[in-house]
């Protein structure tokens, strides 16, 4: 993983206690998002991207409709909402 942001999140995770598996998982699915809206950062994307690319997953790729539960994963205001202060 070279990028500093998903390196950035994978160590907020690390502190937050999560299990590693769940980290991994995270990871691959913002690194799937990132690719998807082109490799931008994901600040620079916003509610409509996400909205497509979850469209993507449950439609091309017939993905689960649970996949929507986890949307707050792919907006950057949510992941900063999360973060802790500091």
């Given at each position: 993983m070279s990028s500093p942001f998903l390196q950035e999140l994978s160590r907020d995770m690390r502190v937050r206690g999560y299990a590693l598996r769940t980290e991994k998982t995270y990871i691959h699915w913002i690194r799937r998002y990132i690719y998807f809206i082109d490799r931008r950062h994901p600040s620079d994307a916003g509610a409509v991207e996400v909205r497509d690319f979850l469209t993507y997953l449950?439609?091309?790729?017939?993905?689960?409709?649970?996949?929507?539960?986890?949307?707050?994963?792919?907006?950057?205001?949510?992941?900063?909402?999360?973060?802790?202060?500091?």
């Open positions: 449950a439609v091309d790729r017939k993905a689960s409709s649970n996949l929507k539960k986890g949307r707050s994963v792919f907006d950057p205001k949510a992941l900063r909402r999360r973060r802790a202060p500091g």
